[in-house]
């Protein structure tokens, strides 16, 4: 089964940048496709991001298009979502996951604070 392990998370200050990365492993070829979704305190999980790993297609929400990009290093196994201008709403636990036929796994979550 995957195994996802988010790491980059951090205190940044508005307009900042921050890197996650999300790394995959154990049946990583049962997976195609990583997600990005983050919580805010007191909000429902959101989606931000989509990659593909044999494509790499991309979908953004979009509150993040323009400022976030999601890529991946497959040969890594690992995601990443490059987060650029951030704003202070952009604060929240980033988690990503893994979709698999059947059964989606997901991270632990990285959290991310963004000061104003």
């Known amino acids: 089964q995957v195994q996802l392990v988010e790491s980059g998370g951090g205190l940044v200050q508005a307009g900042g940048s921050l890197r996650l990365s999300c790394a995959a492993s154990?049946?990583?070829?049962?997976?195609?496709?990583m997600d990005w979704f983050r919580q805010a305190p007191g909000k429902e999980r959101e989606f931000v991001a989509r990659?593909?790993?044999?494509?790499?297609?991309?979908t953004y929400a979009d509150s993040v298009k323009g400022r976030f990009t999601i890529s991946r290093d497959n040969a890594k196994n690992t995601v990443y979502l490059q987060m650029n201008s951030l704003k202070p709403e952009d604060t929240a636990i980033y988690y990503c996951?893994?979709?698999?036929?059947?059964?989606?796994?997901w991270g632990q979550g990285t959290q991310v604070t963004v000061s104003s």
């Open positions: 996951r893994a979709r698999v036929i059947g059964s989606d796994i």
């Open positions: 990659i593909t790993w044999r494509g790499g297609t991309t």
């Open positions: 154990g049946r990583t070829f049962s997976s195609y496709a």
